[in-house]
């Protein structure tokens, strides 16, 4: 219907015929889930690239933790720095990755709440494909986060006597895990009402995790309900598995069970996460 | 069979809590139409609309979107359609080219063309100079036509478009506005959701006026107009003084009352015709009293509106209320609902 009294009241911007052969295109054949998800990937990146400083949280932190704990309770704990620097470094491996997981929750409900879900919801690719995706952004978080504490480490004077392949293999442990976990957070970022909500639900939760386990203490010298929780903590078993693996010991029990408790987590709820990604609105 | 509706909605449902948001629309859009969904805040647009777009499933009822289910056929609907939504749905933390790329890369082409569609998208919609900034830093009118860009990366058989006008200034409206007739003239089927009367008798073909998670009128603007009844005519005298002798005049041609207007040399009074129009301004120079201007204009929709509804487009609806009106409702028949086309 035309209204030409109203039209072009003001000098046009928009080009008609770029307007017109913008609009006759073709339709590609449909993107593939791998290629959706390579695609998300890529957001992931551009997102790092473009926001530099949502590395500075995942540095800062674990950096903070490491001369912290070292140097105010290395020697009221183990006698010395030096002792206690070696009995912390790859809890704090674990901590400091573990923390970042928090943030892939962040990011989802950030997405959800500003809309660009509903974008991706109504485009017709693999449902899981946006979450994947996101996992390889976060991946990059991990790796920065797991580096900054090796080298750290060694700045400090760690000698891991497992060597490259000792810590390499710690890294890569924690990471699976770390993936697993992240479900857990994108699960809960789909449920709150917003990202600041979500920061504090996700921090509330792996605060004590963290903390309850044999990251900075024996597990001996606690009361003995707390050492039997402590025991179970699938972070202490992690811990002691990257323990092992730094210091050149056998860990395949330990990592036996944190890779399997990775797959239970990625197996509950990843599900439910794309289950609450397709159905949730803002 | 190519169904010839690109929207067929039966009954559609939708309730929140205790809050009934649709509560049986029925739709029919015929492909290639401009259809206005009209209402006010709360009326139960937005959420007729993700029900359609495959976002929400109804509680009740059935959709059918170029034929397709949109609950059986969620996928293939999705490659059928593409919407608009209220938010822009873009991504703050890329630039205006990386959002264009990543929903042609998602949508199948490859990296190359993904990136020759951005920028003739880009170009098309006076954004190409912005296309490396963050879209955080985009304009609203901007970031709106950068969420329209990226909804017709593969230009859609059906578009949805939910309030793209919303806090938008005159310029950018005017934009959107020429994106929609492009859109249209391409052969795609718009669904246009606004609660601006003026933008719906501009572009639709078809209005669905809705309030109260019900649709209580449909027609063309020129049905919708008509059912509240003929024009009127509005005349503005030269002097004010002889508004008294031009008001018998007028009521004897027209037979009807004649209203004077706040401004003391205008009066207006219904009109059903041009001609009898002519025939008062002819008359009222023939004895001698001398008319500055006239017009004979249809009852705008917002009368249309306050005549269906009792309310005007612009008021808002509270849960409460809409809760509190169903309730009430509850035991209406269907025969209420005022069906012109």
């Known amino acids: 219907m035309s209204t030409p009294e109203t039209q072009r009241t003001e000098p046009p911007t928009l080009l008609e015929p770029d307007l017109h052969k913008a609009l006759s295109s073709s339709r590609p054949p449909r993107a593939s889930g791998l290629s959706a998800a390579v695609s998300f990937g890529w957001r992931g990146m551009l997102k790092v690239k473009h926001v530099p400083e949502q590395l500075l949280d995942v540095t800062i932190t674990p950096v903070m933790f490491t001369l912290l704990f070292t140097y105010l309770f290395g020697g009221a704990i183990e006698g010395s720095t030096g002792a206690y620097r070696d009995y912390i470094l790859p809890g704090v491996l674990v901590v400091a990755v573990t923390f970042t997981t928090v943030y892939s929750g962040i990011a989802i409900n950030t997405d959800l709440t500003k809309g660009v879900v509903d974008r991706f919801r109504s ?79 996700g921090f509330m939760s792996i605060f004590p995790l963290t903390f309850l386990s044999n990251v900075y203490v024996k597990p001996e010298t606690l009361p003995a309900g ?46 439910l996460t794309t289950r609450l990604y397709r159905t949730r609105s803002a | ?78 490659r059928l359609m593409s919407l608009t939504g209220q938010l822009a749905s873009v991504d703050e933390d890329l630039t205006g080219q990386e959002n264009l790329i990543l929903i042609g890369r998602l949508l199948g082409y490859r990296r190359s063309d993904a990136k020759q569609r951005a920028s003739d998208l880009l170009d098309a919609f006076g954004l190409s100079e912005a296309a490396g900034r963050l879209v ?64 719906a ?77 002519a025939e008062v301004v002819g008359e009222l120079s023939r004895m001698g009293i001398r008319v500055a201007n006239f017009s004979v204009g249809q009852p705008s929709l917002d009368e249309v509106f306050l005549a269906l509804t009792g309310h005007t487009a612009e008021e808002q609806t509270t849960d409460d209320e809409i809760h509190q009106h169903q309730a009430s409702r509850s035991s209406a028949s269907s025969s209420e609902r005022s069906h012109i086309s």
């Open chain 1, 123 to 201: 485009l017709p690719i693999w449902p899981s494909a946006p979450l994947l995706g996101a996992l390889l952004g976060d991946a990059v978080r991990y790796l920065v986060a797991a580096t900054v504490i090796v080298v750290l480490g060694l700045i400090l004077g760690f000698t891991p006597d497992g060597g490259v392949p000792g810590v390499l293999a710690s890294i890569a442990l924690v990471v699976v895990f770390c993936f697993g976990l992240s479900w857990v957070f994108t699960t809960l970022g789909l449920l709150m009402r917003s990202p600041n909500a979500t920061m504090n639900a």
């Open chain 1, 226 to 271: 707390l050492e039997a929780f402590v025991n179970v903590n699938p972070i202490s078993i992690l811990t002691s598995a990257c323990r092992d693996l730094m210091a050149g010991n056998d860990a395949s029990g330990d990592i036996a069970i944190t890779l399997a408790v990775a797959a239970g987590l990625t197996a509950v709820f990843l599900p």
């Open chain 2, 1 to 78: 069979m190519e169904s010839t509706l690109a929207i067929e909605a039966t009954s559609l449902e939708k309730s929140f809590g205790d809050v009934r948001a649709v509560c049986g629309v029925d739709l029919a859009v015929r492909r290639g139409s401009v259809y206005g969904m009209l209402g006010p805040n709360g009326a139960g647009k937005t959420t007729t609309i993700r029900m359609l777009a495959t976002l929400l499933r109804p509680d009740a009822g059935e959709a059918r979107i170029l034929g397709h289910d949109v609950v059986r056929e969620a996928d293939e609907v999705r």
């Open chain 2, 136 to 199: 955080k830093r985009f304009s609203g009118g901007m970031r709106r036509r950068l969420d329209i860009a990226a909804s017709i990366v593969v230009t859609p058989e059906l578009m949805f478009l939910d309030e793209p006008t919303t806090g938008l200034d005159p310029r950018s409206r005017n934009q959107v506005w020429d994106i929609v007739r492009a859109l249209s003239d391409a052969g795609t089927t718009v669904l246009l959701c606004t609660q601006y009367l003026d933008e």
């Open chain 2, 201 to 277: 008798d501009r572009l639709a073909d078809g209005i669905a006026v809705i309030d109260r998670g019900k649709v209580i009128a449909e027609g063309t603007p020129a049905q919708l107009k008509a059912s509240v009844g003929s024009g009127a005519l509005h005349i503005r005298l030269l002097d004010p003084d002889q508004r008294p002798d031009a008001e018998p005049i007028v009521a004897r041609i027209l037979a009807a009352e004649v209203h004077f207007e706040p401004d003391p040399a205008a009066l207006s009074a219904p009109c059903e015709s041009a001609d009898l129009a």
